[in-house]
C-alpha cells in the first residue's frame, strides 16, 4: 500500500512540476505582450504628439498670416477680445 501511495505522490510532484512550468511559460507570454503593448502605445502617443505639434505650427501660421493681412483687424480684435476677458475677470 505504500507503493501505492508513493506513486501517487511521485505523480502528483510531476504534475505540480509540470503546472509550475506552465505557469512560468504563461507569465514570459504576458511579459513579453506586455512589452509590446508599451511599445505600440508609446509609439501611438509619439505618432499623436507630432500630429498635434503639427497642427499646432499649422495654426499658429494662418494666425501670423492673418495678422499680416488685416492688422487692423486684429489689433481691433485683440482690444475686444481684452475687453471682455477683463470685463469677466474683474467679477
Same mark, same amino acid.
Given at each position: 500500500?505504500?507503493? &501505492?501511495?508513493?506513486?501517487?505522490?511521485?505523480?502528483?510532484?510531476?504534475?505540480?512540476?509540470?503546472? %509550475?512550468?506552465?505557469?512560468?511559460?504563461?507569465?514570459?507570454?504576458?511579459? %513579453?505582450?506586455?512589452?509590446?503593448?508599451?511599445?505600440?502605445?508609446q509609439q501611438r502617443l509619439r505618432s499623436a &504628439?507630432g500630429k498635434t505639434r503639427q497642427h499646432a505650427?499649422?495654426?499658429?501660421?494662418?494666425?501670423?498670416?492673418?495678422?499680416?493681412? %488685416?492688422?487692423?483687424?486684429?489689433?481691433? &480684435? &485683440?482690444?475686444?477680445?481684452?475687453?471682455?476677458?477683463? %470685463?469677466?475677470?474683474?467679477?
Amino acid at each position: 500500500m505504500s507503493t &501505492a501511495t508513493e506513486k501517487e505522490l511521485e505523480q502528483l510532484k510531476a504534475e505540480f512540476a509540470a503546472v %509550475r512550468d506552465e505557469l512560468a511559460n504563461i507569465g514570459k507570454t504576458v511579459g %513579453r505582450l506586455s512589452s509590446s503593448a508599451s511599445e505600440d502605445g508609446q509609439q501611438r502617443l509619439r505618432s499623436a &504628439a507630432g500630429k498635434t505639434r503639427q497642427h499646432a505650427q499649422d495654426g499658429w501660421s494662418a494666425l501670423e498670416n492673418e495678422v499680416e493681412e %488685416r492688422p487692423m483687424t486684429s489689433i481691433a &480684435a &485683440a482690444l475686444g477680445i481684452g475687453f471682455i476677458l477683463g %470685463r469677466l475677470l474683474d467679477r
